[in-house]
């Protein structure tokens, strides 16, 4: 199973863009990358998934670079609500225990 | 609306009782799921299921007990047998698609004093 490697946190103004990265190096051809995102004390929030385009939903974009050994999700205009862990995580499909939700990037988004 | 429940938000019990933490799901969602959180740290899989009478032990099961009797509902027992545990307690759905995303409860914390 492929794993992830992301920053243990990062710094975002807000208004600005939040562009969060993924190592995901060892992932496998059948291999989809989901983003999601925890906000203190709560569930764990779906954001975006893809396989090998780039996606955009109301929420985020995810890039994913073209040898699919990494990708970014971009907050396009970050607000202080967005201040969360991130995790990233790559799963192949069918593989319903294969959600492996790691430590993740503590996004602090400042006013 | 439609969602995952859990009740209840917070628990507290003693040492050596078991607990039931109960989720609920009215997602018609096939597959249920249990993740077990420590400070800072990620999720672990507990147990899941995908079927109603079925379920499988995920990474870190010793010491905990499900059932699957409904489509709706799977709830979680930490037995006396669990050595630690003190932890915030998430549960999930989903489809049984390929690509499926995973929907979270509000979670439940659990102390034992």
């Known amino acids: 199973d492929a794993k992830t490697t992301q920053p243990t946190s990062m710094d975002c103004a807000e208004g600005r863009a939040a562009n969060l990265p993924c190592n995901h190096s060892?992932?496998?051809?059948?291999?989809?990358v989901y983003w999601y995102r925890q906000i203190h004390s709560q569930g764990p929030q779906y954001i975006i998934h893809g396989l090998k385009n780039n996606e955009t939903n109301e929420m985020a974009s995810l890039i994913i670079t073209e040898d699919r050994k990494s990708s970014t999700l971009i907050l396009p205009h970050a607000t202080l609500r967005d201040t969360a862990v991130y995790y990233c995580?790559?799963?192949?499909?069918?593989?319903?225990?294969?959600?492996?939700f790691g430590s993740g990037t503590k996004l602090n988004v400042k006013p | 609306d439609g969602g995952i429940t859990q009740s209840p938000k917070y628990l507290f019990r003693k040492e050596g009782q078991n607990v039931t933490l109960s989720c609920e799901q009215n997602?018609?969602?096939?597959?249920m799921y249990w993740y077990r959180q420590d400070p800072g740290q990620g999720l672990r899989l507990i147990y899941y299921?995908?079927?109603?009478?079925?379920?499988q032990k995920g990474d870190i099961a010793e010491g905990y007990s499900v059932s699957r009797e409904k489509k709706e509902s799977f709830p979680l027992t930490v037995t006396s047998a669990q050595k630690n545990p003190t932890a915030f307690y998430l549960c999930a759905s989903s489809s049984l698609d390929g690509n499926n995303e995973q929907f979270f409860g509000p979670g439940t914390r659990l102390t034992v004093l």
């Open positions: 995580i790559v799963r192949p499909p069918y593989n319903f225990n294969k959600f492996y």
């Open positions: 997602l018609n969602h096939d597959a």
């Open positions: 060892t992932i496998s051809g059948n291999e989809y």
């Open positions: 299921s995908q079927i109603v009478n079925d379920f």
